[in-house]
C-alpha cells in the first residue's frame, strides 16, 4: 500500500494511531449504513431541515438551539416547560387571539397609531371624556346640555333654534329687526352709535327732548335764547357780546372796579381800599396787613405755642382781643354749619416704621367690621445683602391701640415683589402677588415641585385649598373681574428676561377647574411694550381696561403709544378701544363721575431731574361717539408723577398723585370738567404710591415709604393718614367749642 497510487486493498487493515483522511467513501462504519446516517442525523451546525414524522428530545437540560427554528408540526413539552422562560401554555390562555371576542382588562398603551377596521365601544373615557356626550362633526345628534363656544362658529347648513339665541328669538326676528333698504315704521327705542342720513329726517317729537327746530341755536339766524345756558369748555366769541349782567354783576361796575384798582398791578401790589374776593383766594407768598381781620389785630397776637400756654404772662394782656376772637369764631362755625359734608384736610394717624416699601394696599373683607388690613410690598433686597427673597408687611387696623399693629398671617414669602392686591371677585376673596424675575421657586418653596415655570406669581383664595401659580414676565401691575362667565386676571408684564426685551405682551388669565381644584389659564395676550399699570372700571354695563405703556428698550424710548381695551361680551376677551400718545407712562386710572368716564395718564421720565413738569393728561369718553374725544380735557402740570388715585368721597371727586418731588398732591374736581388743585399736600421722602380707603364713612390715605429719610439705615416711616370731615354732621362745626367767660 503506497501513499499517492491509487489501490484497491482485499485484505482487512487495522490502524493502530489516528488516521486523517480527506474524503472518505465507504458503505457501513461498525455496521453503520452510512448513507442512512448521513441523511436521518441532526447535525450541531449548519442548516437542516428534518423531515421525521416526530422528534423526542429526553435530555434533562432541554434543548438549546442558538439559531432560528422553523416548525411546521406541533410541539408538545411537559408540564412546566417554558421556552425562552416563558410558559407557551400560560402564554397562549392570556395572549389576544385575532378573530376571537375576548375581554382585555390589563392597561395598554398605543405608542403608534391605532387602525380600527369595525366598531369601536369604550364604556369609559377617552383622555377624561365620556366619548358617548361628546357632539360629533358628521353625526346627526341632539345635544341636552349647555354648551359655550369659546371661538367663532361656522355652520355650513342651516341652523335651526327651538329657543332662543342670546335671549332672542330667531324665527320671530325677521319681522323686527331693522332693515337697509325696506320702508318700516319704528315704534321701540333705537340708539345708532355713528349714523349718516343722506336723506331728509322728519321728526314728529323731540331729539334728545329738544323740539326741531323751534328748540335750537340756528346758525346764521337772529333768534331770542330764553333758556338759561352753561358752556362746559371754552367759550370763544368772534364778534361783540351784549349783556345786562355777568354772574349777576353790572359789566359796567366790574369794568370800573377791574380798570380801577388792577390797571396799576405791574406797578404795584399794594391795595389802598376795600377789595372783596368772593371765592376760594391762594396767596403764594407773603401778605402784610396793615389793618384788622375780622376786627382783630392779628400783629398783637404772639406766636402759637405762646399764645396757647395759659400760664403766659403775657396772656392777660390779650383778653380784650379774646373777647372779640370767640364771635368771629362762633359767627364762622354758624356761616358753615349748613354746608354738605366734605373732606377738609387730613392728619397724620401714625407713623409705621419700616424697611424701604413699594407699594401698599388695604384690605377690608367685612365693610361693616371695626378692623381692616394693610399690606406692604417691601422694595427687593432692602437690606443690601442680595438676597431676593422677602416677605411682605401685614397689619391689623383700627382694633386697638397703636390704631395699626402688626399681622402675620398676612406675612406673604416674595421674590423680587412688585405688588400685592386684593379682590373680592363673585363674593369671594382673593390675594394676588406679583413676583419678578427667575428663580422665584427658590423663594416660594410652598408651591409644587412640578411647578413648571422658573418666574411666576401667586394667587391664593378660600376657593382651593393650594395656591394657584401662573407664568409671568417682570409683572408690574394686575386687576381682576368678573363675568356671567367667570373670573378673570389681566397681569401686566414688563420685562423679559430670556429675550432681554420689554417687548413682551401682558396676558389675560381665566380661572378654570381642573377636578377638585382650581387654577387659572391664559385665554388673551395683549400686545405692550414695558406695561407699567393696568386700571378697570364698569361704565353703563360696559368694561373698560387702560393699559401704561412705559420704555421700549430695544429703540430706548417711552414716546409709545398706551391704550383702552373694552371687553367684548361674545368673544369673551378684550378689543382694542383706543390708543393714546404718553411719554414714560407709569400709571393709569379709568374713573367715573356723574355718569361719564374719564382716563387719566400719569407719566414720568426717570433720567429727568425731579422737578421737571411731565403732566397728568386726562381724556373724557364721549358716549356717543363711543370713544374718548381726541382734544385733551386737561393737563394738570406737576413734576414727574409715580402715581395717580382717583377716589371719592362726600359727594366729591379727588385725584392723589404722588410726583417726583416726594410730594402727594391732591386735586378735586371743580365741577367744570377740571380738577382744581386742593392746598392740602403732603411732603414726603421718596413716596412712590398713595392707596385710598373708605370704611363706615370714614376715610383714610396710605402712602408708604420707598426710600430712607435720611442717609442711614435704609428704614422710613409710611404714613397712615385720616380724613378730617367738615359740614353739616362734621366734628366740631355744629358747636361753639370758643366762649367768651
Known amino acids: 500500500m503506497t501513499t499517492r497510487a491509487k489501490q484497491m486493498i482485499t485484505g482487512r487493515i487495522v490502524f493502530?494511531?489516528?488516521?486523517?483522511?480527506v474524503n472518505l467513501q465507504v458503505d457501513r462504519i461498525n455496521g453503520v449504513d452510512m448513507h442512512d446516517f448521513l441523511h436521518n442525523t441532526m447535525l450541531t451546525s449548519g442548516s437542516q431541515t428534518v423531515t421525521a414524522p416526530q422528534v423526542v428530545f429526553s435530555h434533562p437540560d432541554g434543548l438549546a438551539v442558538e439559531g432560528d427554528v422553523h416548525i411546521e408540526g406541533d410541539v408538545v413539552m411537559k408540564p412546566g416547560g417554558t421556552i425562552n422562560s416563558v410558559d407557551v401554555s400560560e402564554l397562549y390562555e392570556d395572549m389576544v387571539h385575532q378573530g376571537w371576542h375576548e375581554d382585555i382588562t390589563g392597561h395598554k398603551t398605543f405608542a403608534n397609531n391605532l387602525v380600527i377596521q369595525s366598531d369601536f365601544t369604550i364604556k369609559g373615557l377617552i383622555n377624561g371624556i365620556n366619548i358617548s356626550h361628546a357632539v360629533l362633526r358628521h353625526t346627526k345628534q341632539d345635544i341636552q346640555t349647555h354648551v359655550t363656544f369659546d371661538g367663532d362658529l361656522e355652520v355650513d347648513g342651516s341652523i335651526t333654534v327651538t329657543g332662543l339665541v342670546d335671549g332672542v328669538?330667531?324665527?320671530?326676528?325677521?319681522?323686527?329687526?331693522v332693515t337697509l333698504s325696506t320702508d318700516q315704521e319704528i315704534t321701540g327705542d333705537v340708539r345708532f352709535r355713528d349714523i349718516e342720513i343722506t336723506g331728509s329726517l322728519t321728526v314728529d317729537h323731540t331729539v334728545n327732548g329738544l323740539k326741531i327746530p323751534e328748540d335750537l341755536v340756528l346758525v346764521g339766524e337772529s333768534q331770542t335764547v330764553s333758556g338759561k345756558k352753561t358752556?362746559?369748555?371754552?367759550?370763544?366769541?368772534?364778534?361783540?357780546?351784549?349783556?345786562?349782567?355777568l354772574h349777576g354783576m353790572?359789566?359796567?361796575h366790574l369794568y370800573s372796579v377791574v380798570h380801577k384798582h388792577f390797571s396799576r398791578l405791574a406797578k404795584s401790589n399794594t391795595f389802598t381800599e376795600r377789595v372783596t374776593f368772593g371765592g376760594d383766594t391762594f396767596i403764594h407768598g407773603n401778605v402784610t396787613l396793615y389793618g384788622q381781620v375780622e376786627g382783630l389785630d392779628l400783629s398783637a397776637i404772639p406766636p402759637l405755642p405762646d399764645f396757647c400756654n395759659t400760664s403766659h404772662s403775657q396772656l392777660g394782656s390779650f383778653s380784650d382781643q379774646l373777647q372779640t376772637l370767640c364771635p368771629v369764631v362762633n359767627k364762622l362755625i354758624d356761616r358753615t354749619s349748613d354746608l354738605p359734608q366734605h373732606i377738609g384736610y387730613f392728619n397724620i394717624l401714625q407713623n409705621i416704621q419700616t424697611p424701604g416699601v413699594v407699594k401698599g394696599a388695604f384690605f377690608?373683607?367685612?365693610?361693616?367690621a371695626d378692623y381692616w388690613?394693610?399690606?406692604?410690598?417691601?422694595?427687593?433686597?432692602?437690606?443690601?445683602?442680595?438676597?431676593?427673597?422677602?416677605?411682605?408687611?401685614?397689619?391689623?387696623c383700627g382694633a386697638g391701640k397703636p390704631y395699626c399693629q402688626p399681622y402675620s398671617d398676612l406675612s406673604l414669602p416674595t421674590h423680587n415683589p412688585s405688588s400685592i392686591e386684593f379682590y373680592t371677585v363673585h363674593d369671594m376673596p382673593y390675594i394676588i402677588w406679583l413676583n419678578t424675575g427667575s428663580g422665584t421657586r427658590a423663594c416660594l418653596d410652598f408651591l409644587p415641585p412640578s411647578t413648571p415655570h422658573d418666574e411666576v406669581s401667586v394667587i391664593i383664595s378660600p376657593i382651593t385649598d393650594n395656591p394657584m401659580a401662573i407664568p409671568t414676565k417682570g409683572a408690574m401691575d394686575l386687576v381682576m373681574f368678573g363675568t356671567e362667565r367667570g373670573v378673570y386676571l389681566v397681569v401686566a408684564n414688563s420685562y423679559d428676561e430670556e429675550t432681554q426685551s420689554s417687548i413682551t405682551p401682558s396676558v389675560v388669565f381665566k380661572m378654570i377647574r381642573q377636578g377638585d381644584e382650581f387654577t387659572f389659564t391664559w385665554v388673551q395676550i395683549l400686545p405692550t411694550v414695558g406695561a407699567q399699570a393696568v386700571d378697570i372700571v364698569t361704565v353703563n354695563n360696559a368694561t373698560y381696561l387702560c393699559v401704561a405703556n412705559h420704555h421700549d428698550s430695544d429703540a430706548d424710548t417711552g414716546h409709545l403709544m398706551s391704550q383702552v381695551y373694552v371687553w367684548d361680551d361674545v368673544r369673551q376677551q378684550f378689543s382694542l378701544l383706543q390708543e393714546f400718545s404718553t411719554r414714560y407712562a407709569v400709571d393709569c386710572d379709568l374713573f367715573e363721575i356723574k355718569g361719564r368716564m374719564y382716563v387719566a395718564w400719569a407719566q414720568h421720565n426717570p433720567s429727568e431731574p425731579p422737578g421737571i413738569v411731565e403732566p397728568i393728561i386726562i381724556y373724557r369718553f364721549d358716549s356717543f361717539a363711543g370713544r374718548f374725544e381726541d382734544v385733551i380735557l386737561q393737563q394738570l402740570q406737576v413734576p414727574g408723577a409715580y402715581d395717580v388715585e382717583f377716589f371719592s368721597a362726600y359727594g366729591n371727586w379727588y385725584l392723589a398723585?404722588?410726583?417726583?418731588?416726594?410730594?402727594v398732591r391732591l386735586f378735586k374736581w371743580a365741577g367744570i370738567n377740571a380738577f382744581a388743585q386742593d392746598p392740602f399736600y403732603l411732603d414726603l421722602q421718596g413716596a412712590q404710591d398713595v392707596e385710598v380707603l373708605t370704611h363706615r364713612g370714614e376715610v383714610f390715605m396710605l402712602v408708604p415709604a420707598y426710600l430712607s429719610s435720611d442717609s442711614g439705615d435704609n428704614t422710613a416711616d409710611t404714613i397712615l393718614?385720616?380724613?378730617?370731615i367738615e359740614g353739616t354732621a362734621g366734628p366740631g362745626l355744629n358747636s361753639h367749642p370758643c366762649e367768651v367767660p
Not at 377690608?364 to 361693616?368: A, L, S, Y
Not at 393718614?721 to 378730617?724: H, N
Open 16 to 21: 493502530d494511531g489516528d488516521v486523517n483522511m
Open 169 to 177: 328669538d330667531v324665527s320671530s326676528l325677521a319681522s323686527r329687526v
Open 231 to 245: 358752556f362746559a369748555g371754552d367759550v370763544t366769541i368772534q364778534k361783540n357780546l351784549e349783556t345786562r349782567k
Open 250 to 252: 353790572s359789566l359796567e
Open 364 to 368: 377690608q373683607p367685612d365693610p361693616e
Open 373 to 396: 388690613f394693610i399690606v406692604l410690598t417691601p422694595v427687593p433686597n432692602a437690606d443690601g445683602d442680595g438676597n431676593p427673597c422677602t416677605a411682605s408687611l401685614g397689619y391689623m
Open 657 to 663: 398723585i404722588v410726583v417726583s418731588d416726594g410730594r
Open 721 to 724: 393718614l385720616k380724613a378730617y
